[in-house]
């Protein structure tokens, strides 16, 4: 049979009672707080990990506010400019066909000077061919009488053939 010693059995529970008091308080105690420490230390960390995600959310989601404005504004700055392209490239044609338009009515009046000239040049000629055709054909000059009444005649057929064409 196993007998025990009951000094040697009371002399080990005080040797094992007293080496858990000095490994309690030596030991188990700061491993404790240090424990306790990196608990603390790593919900911190999550917590500002998470108000670190909650920021970027935030930015992100001001970024894509001002990403959309940004291209509002820039499509409106074309449409803007386009208009404004438009107006532009309307006043040039409006002013070019003015331009055209003023540039013919002056060519329109030139010419009915000119042509006006030009008949009054013929008109001279003729007088002046017919009078020395005449004065040839009589043989002699004519009176200022006859040569008036000749050139008034002369000239009303003239005036009536211009008309027929």
């Not at 105690?29 to 909650?54: V, W, Y």
Request: include cysteine.
């Amino acid at each position: 049979m196993i007998e025990i010693s009951w000094p040697l059995l009371l002399a080990q529970v005080v040797t094992f009672l007293a080496a858990m008091v000095i490994v309690w308080k030596l030991f188990w105690g700061p491993l404790t707080r240090m424990m306790e420490e990196r608990t603390r230390k790593i919900s911190d960390d999550l917590e500002r990990a998470e108000n670190g995600r909650r920021e970027i959310e935030a930015l992100e989601a001001d970024y894509h506010c001002r990403l959309a404005e940004i291209e509002e504004q820039a499509s409106k700055q074309i449409k803007d400019a386009v208009k404004k392209g438009t107006l532009a490239r309307e006043e040039i044609l409006s002013g070019a066909r003015q331009e055209a338009q003023r540039i013919l009515e002056k060519a329109q009046q030139d010419l009915a000077l000119e042509r006006e000239n030009v008949i009054r040049e013929l008109r001279n000629q003729v007088t002046d061919l017919s009078l020395a055709a005449v004065e040839r054909l009589l043989g002699q000059g004519l009176d200022q009488k006859v040569q008036g009444r000749l050139l008034d005649g002369f000239i009303n057929e003239v005036d009536n053939l211009e008309n027929v064409q």
